[in-house]
């Protein structure tokens, strides 16, 4: 399994709709925090989470955090 890229170094900012997303976990998507389907052959798989009502999220494009799909203010210390 390969190590996550680190797409960015501040969380992004996103309000979403209600449905289900899919958290981009090897950093590789052009579409980020979202997933592309650029993990393919790395070993790592998105993370599935959803959303039962609209509302603004901080989602992580450092890859560190310990709460993914959400920012946990890990890339401060990166």
Same mark, same amino acid.
């Given at each position: 399994m390969e =190590? %996550?890229?680190?797409?960015a170094r501040v969380p992004a900012?996103?309000? +979403?709709e209600p449905g =289900?997303? @899919?958290? &981009?976990? &090897?950093?590789?998507?052009?579409?980020? %925090?979202?997933c592309d389907g650029s993990h393919k052959g790395t070993? +790592? =798989? %998105?993370?599935?989470?959803?959303?039962?009502t609209k509302k603004s999220? @901080? +989602?992580c494009q450092c890859k560190q =955090?310990?709460?993914?799909p959400f920012c946990d203010g890990s890339h401060k210390s990166l």
């Open positions: =190590t %996550p890229k680190i797409a900012a996103v309000t +979403l =289900t997303y @899919f958290w &981009c976990a &090897c950093g590789r998507s052009s579409n980020q %925090p979202f070993g +790592l =798989t %998105p993370v599935s989470f959803t959303i039962d999220v @901080f +989602l =955090t310990k709460n993914k």
